[in-house]
């Protein structure tokens, strides 16, 4: 199988302090992870692509020093969200890939929800 | 900026009864589409895929179609019952250069089964 797995799945956490969510690929060596922010009825926003030992690549309008991303491992990528705001509170999925010849296969995580008081 | 987007934002439908999920995509560059089902509180979960050479796949239930004339993709259900209830999404694959390669997913449509 592929499984991708996220801790925690749900962390509550008062404005001002940082947060960091783990996404682990269990079964297979993932080359490539993905991190989406989700807010609620909404799609799944791409907000960086996390390569093993490499800088992540941040999408759009995405803050790199509010959402710090590291992706030390081949199955293990983080991404902390620091000095954490309400507006921050949303749905955070990873994804995985297994490698550069699979590159359509990606593996999503269960999702780790995030909500900031 | 492009997007990939769908017609019905919510669709209802009689348990038993086929259901059809449309999705519009706007860059004919993406060479493959991923329909991925999501409940609530949970990862996004794939349902079944198509790359851009075909116009049509089957799986177990569920069939996409895909019209790269009017770049559409649809997503049909069969029978549909109450655990099919959920929120579904397309995604195209776009590369970006070199082995780079992003899922951009469209807005979802929530499919919700009546019994």
């Known amino acids: 199988g592929a499984v991708v797995s996220q801790h925690p799945s749900w962390v509550i956490c008062k404005s001002g302090t940082s947060v960091k969510i783990e996404c682990r690929s269990l079964d297979f060596q993932a080359t490539t992870m993905f991190w989406y922010r989700q807010f609620p009825k909404q799609s799944l926003m791409l907000m960086a692509t996390?390569?093993?030992?490499?800088?992540?690549?941040?999408e759009q309008g995405v803050e790199k020093d509010k959402f710090l991303i590291n992706h030390a491992s081949l199955t293990l990528s983080t991404l902390t969200v620091t000095s954490a705001h309400p507006e921050d509170s949303s749905f955070y999925i990873c994804?995985?890939?297994?490698?550069?010849?699979?590159?359509?296969?990606?593996?999503f995580g269960p999702g780790t929800r995030l909500t900031v008081t | 900026g492009e997007s990939v987007g769908l017609h019905l934002p919510t669709l209802s439908v009689q348990e038993g009864d086929n259901s059809i999920i449309n999705c519009a995509y706007s860059n004919s560059a993406s060479d493959y589409f991923i329909w991925y089902k999501q409940e609530s509180g949970k990862g996004p979960q794939f349902i079944i895929d198509i790359r851009s050479n075909m116009d049509k796949r089957q799986g177990q239930r569920v069939t996409v179609l895909l019209n790269k004339t009017v770049k559409h993709l649809s997503l049909q259900i069969a029978a549909t019952q109450p655990g099919d209830s959920a929120v579904y999404f397309c995604?195209?694959?776009?590369?970006?250069?070199?082995?780079?390669?992003?899922?951009?997913f469209g807005t979802g449509t929530l499919l919700a089964v009546q019994p």
């Open positions: 996390s390569n093993e030992g490499s800088k992540a690549t941040y």
């Open positions: 994804s995985a890939r297994k490698g550069l010849a699979a590159a359509y296969e990606q593996y």
């Open positions: 995604a195209e694959n776009r590369a970006y250069g070199g082995a780079t390669n992003k899922l951009i």
